[in-house]
């Protein structure tokens, strides 16, 4: 299971990203709501006005989706991240627990590759 510290971390990005969600791309002009969409082409930021009728209200719900899509694949990607190192610290663990019954059973490891059972040399 992850650390408390992660969960915190994902509660508080969820917190901002709630936040953003109910105003993002929406501008006042007058007594009106437009619906705005930042893009960048080519390397410039362009703004495009998508209105403020049913064509700019379902902009903002796929903008939110996409969002929320990039949102959860970063979550997962941190959280996978996160086992990936838990894992390797576990096969580090493993490989050590290894070499010390190997060598208190009376093997060598013979130039770093394999392992070979140490013989009592006779006089």
Not at 27 to 46: K, L
Not at 80 to 106: C, N, P, S, W
């Amino acid at each position: 299971m992850p650390p408390q510290e992660y969960w915190e971390t994902i509660y508080h990005i969820s917190l901002l990203f709630n936040t953003l969600q109910k105003r993002m791309g929406w501008e006042h002009r007058g007594p009106y709501q437009y619906y705005i969409r930042r893009q960048t082409v080519q390397g410039r930021r362009v703004r495009t006005s998508l209105g403020r009728g049913a064509v700019a209200l379902a902009a903002a719900e796929a903008d939110a989706q996409r969002r929320q899509a990039q949102e959860t694949a970063r979550a997962t990607r941190l959280h996978l991240a996160t086992l990936d190192r838990h894992l390797d610290e576990v096969i580090r663990r493993i490989a050590q627990l290894m070499q010390a019954t190997l060598l208190v059973a009376g093997y060598h490891q013979h130039h770093r590759s394999e392992w070979r059972h140490r013989h009592a040399h006779l006089l």
